[in-house]
C-alpha cells in the first residue's frame, strides 16, 4: 500500500525559530516529491518540487531535501514568522496509466506564535 | 495567464440532488486531475486526463461520479444522488512537461456541503 506518513501532526513554535518538518514514504515508486502549503480552507500552494534526480531544493527561507533510499523527505523553514502559519503537505508523485498522480500524506499543522 | 480556476468555490445542496463543478486548467496544460479532500486529510487521486482522454480513475470515483473534459481544455466533475459523505473538498490541478518535469498545480477547490 502507497503510505506518506508526516510528522509531526501538528508544531507550535516561537517567531524566529528555525524549525523541520519530516515526511517519509514506504513506497520505492515515488520518484519525486513536492511540498504544498494550505491555509484553511484554501487549495494548496506549491513550495518546493524536488525530482528523483535532484537532493534538494531551496527557495527563500525553504529548503526540502529528499532521500529516495531512506523514503524520506524534509523541509526545512529558516527564521520562521506567523505568516507561516498553515498546514504544510507533502506528496509523492508515481507513474499511472500513461501518467501520474501525487499521494499526499495528512499534512503538518503549523502554528507561529508572536 | 493567472492559474488553474474553479467554479463554484462553495456548494451547498440537500441529500439526493445532483451537483456540477468546473474546472479551467492552466492554458496549454494537456493533463488535469481531480482530488477530494475531506476534514483533516490530505488530498485522494480521484481521476487524470490527459487531453480529452481520461486515463485512470480511482476506486473512490462510485457510479455516481462522473468526469469529462470534452475539448481537451475545461473540466466538469458531476454527482449525482448526492450523500453526506460526499462533502468535502473537491480539487482541480493542471500540468504540463517543464523543466524535466509534470509539475501539478492546484486551483482553489469547491467546498461541497451536503446536508
Known sequence: KQEVTQIPAALSVPEGENLVLNCSFTDSAIYNLQWFRQDPGKGLTSLLLIQSSQR?????????????????????????QPGDSATYLCAGYILTGGGNKLTFGTGTQLKVEL | DTGVSQDPRHKITKRGQNVTFRCDPISEHNRLYWYRQTLGQGPEFLTYFQNEAQLEKSRLLSDRFSAE???????TLEIQRTEQGDSAMYLCASSAWAAGAYEQYFGPGTRLTVT
Do not use: C, H, V
Open chain 2, 69 to 75: 473534459r470534452p475539448k481537451g481544455s475545461f473540466s
Open chain 1, 56 to 80: 534538494e531544493q531551496t527557495s527563500g527561507r525553504l529548503n526540502a531535501s529528499l532521500d529516495k533510499s531512506s523514503g524520506r523527505s524534509t523541509l526545512y523553514i529558516a527564521a520562521s
